[in-house]
């Protein structure tokens, strides 16, 4: 798993056929949100064209691709992740940059996904079996993340903030898979010698990753903690028992495919993490916003809906409103 050429990915796809590969994973919206000034990238990326009423994330991280040509590679999720990425890669493409494109088949066909995998190792210069030796050198770290997420909701000791920070990082592992373990193995060290904490609220937090910053440090401060952090821990892919293969890990991976699947997964996360209430957020000119209607409809505990557009801070509204949610669970 040594570190080679930087390719940035559009969304979490198989790591373990890029490390085999040689290549350096980098997540592109981690880079884009962890920039030291994402709000410039959008208004970047809005001043040369793109529209106000598009996605931020897409036009940051097309932003910052433009702003580091080191990445000349991208492998972009043309299938079960964001739709706006089809024309994402168009403009990338004629930017200079290599697009290969991974779709996640409808339906979870195991045989179609075989064949995206096969397709995205002939494209990366990897081999198959070296990347199913890659998923086996990755276990003891998913195992330590699935530690990290016991100690978020079994024992308290690690913050929803925290919790949230470690799963999305292991989208691609901070292009550094051993050294993402170490640090890991660190915080777990200084995580376990902390006093147990007590939440007057334990939430779930359905949808994509929040643009907003401080929604769980907000709710921290009412007395609610994200004791569910739905898409990072599936990011993380943490460990089923009994052990899947490659192709079995990335079926199993609810995100891309359809919102019934997600909704047997957080049922399940409900009732074994004693949830009180849920958070879904929605991204201003998602499609997956559609899917709330379902979420509302079939889960059973009191949901607040948040809508974030733009980078930034919790608003004085949207604290006001999370202030009543938290209260009335309370």
């Known amino acids: 798993m040594s570190a ?4 940035g990915l559009t969304s979490t796809i198989p790591v373990e056929i ?8 980098v997540d592109l919206n981690n880079r884009f949100i962890n920039d030291s000034d994402p709000a410039g990238l959008v208004q970047r990326a809005e001043d040369l064209g793109l529209p106000p009423t598009l996605c931020a994330w897409i ?21 079960g992740d964001c739709s706006n990425t089809h024309a994402l890669m168009e403009l990338l493409s004629r930017a200079g940059r290599r697009v ?8 979870r066909n195991l045989a179609d996904l075989c064949e995206q995998m096969a397709r995205l190792a002939a494209a990366l210069g990897a081999d198959l079996d070296r990347a199913q030796q890659v998923q086996r050198e990755l276990l003891p770290l998913r195992q330590d993340l699935e ?5 978020t909701w079994r024992e308290g000791r690690v913050s929803g903030w925290e919790n949230h920070l470690w799963l999305v990082g292991a989208s691609d592992f901070e292009g550094d898979p051993v050294a993402f373990h170490t640090r890991l193995q660190q915080f777990l060290v200084r995580a376990q010698g902390r006093p147990a904490a007590r939440p007057r609220v334990r939430l779930g ?5 929040p643009i907003i910053s401080g929604l769980h440090q907000a709710l921290a401060e009412m007395g ?5 952090n739905e898409v990072p821990r599936q990011f993380a892919m943490l460990p089923p028992e009994p052990a899947l293969d490659l192709a079995g890990q990335y079926a199993r991976y609810t995100y891309p495919y359809d919102v019934f699947g997600r909704l047997a997964d957080v049922q399940a996360q409900i009732e074994r993490r004693a949830l009180q209430g849920l958070l879904h957020y929605t991204q201003s000119f998602c499609w997956r916003q559609m899917q709330d209607l379902i979420l509302r409809k079939e889960l059973d505990l009191p949901m607040l809906t948040l809508e974030g557009d733009r980078v930034g801070p919790v608003d004085g509204r949207t604290r006001l409103r999370l202030e009543a949610f938290v209260e009335v669970l309370a």
């Open 147 to 151: 530690r990290l997420d016991e100690l």
């Open 224 to 228: 609610a903690e994200v004791v569910f």
């Open 59 to 79: 036009k940051g991280i097309y932003a910052w691709c433009l702003a580091h040509p080191e990445v000349t590679a991208v492998v972009g999720v043309t299938r």
């Open 205 to 209: 937090l359905l949808g994509v990753p």
């Open 4 to 7: 080679g050429r930087p390719l």
């Open 100 to 107: 290969i494109p991974f779709d996640f088949p409808h339906g």
């Open 18 to 25: 890029v490390l085999a590969g040689g290549w350096t994973p």
